[in-house]
């Protein structure tokens, strides 16, 4: 069975950084494409940002650009997603998605479409104080 470990929540001041993990441990195939969500209490969940894990194409939503970057895992089929200057607005729970195909494969939706993911991890806190 694919299970996606998730690691990196934690709690930091306004400025500061996290690196959030993600690995799909058990899975034998190729390219991923990964992406991570958050809920914020009260609030609906949103996706944040996405990548195939060969490295091929990266998505990010625009509060996400130019403070969060991937980066290759250690392991297979892992990714990091480094989080620069947080706001407290980023305060949420992170829940990483896959889906066993690259992100820019979109017949079963953009990657964007919580709906395209077939294996979700369980959550992980990141709390940003001000």
């Known amino acids: 069975d694919v299970r996606l470990v998730e690691s990196g929540g934690a709690s930091v001041p306004a400025g500061g950084s996290l690196r959030l993990s993600c690995t799909a441990s058990?899975?034998?195939?190729?390219?991923?494409?990964m992406a991570w969500f958050r809920q914020a209490p009260g609030k609906d969940r949103e996706a944040v940002a996405a990548?195939?894990?060969?490295?091929?194409?990266?998505y990010y939503t625009a509060s996400a650009e130019g403070r969060f970057t991937f980066s290759q895992g250690d392991a297979k089929n892992s990714l990091y997603l480094q989080m620069n200057s947080l706001k407290p607005e980023d305060t949420a729970v992170y829940f990483c998605?896959?889906?066993?195909?690259?992100?820019?494969?979109?017949?079963?939706?953009?990657?964007?479409?919580?709906?395209?993911?077939?294996?979700w991890g369980q959550g992980t806190q990141v709390t940003v104080s001000s």
């Open positions: 990548s195939s894990t060969g490295g091929t194409d990266s």
């Open positions: 058990g899975y034998t195939g190729s390219t991923m494409c």
């Open positions: 998605a896959a889906d066993p195909v690259p992100c820019y494969s979109t017949y079963r939706g953009l990657w964007r479409d919580e709906s395209r993911y077939v294996y």
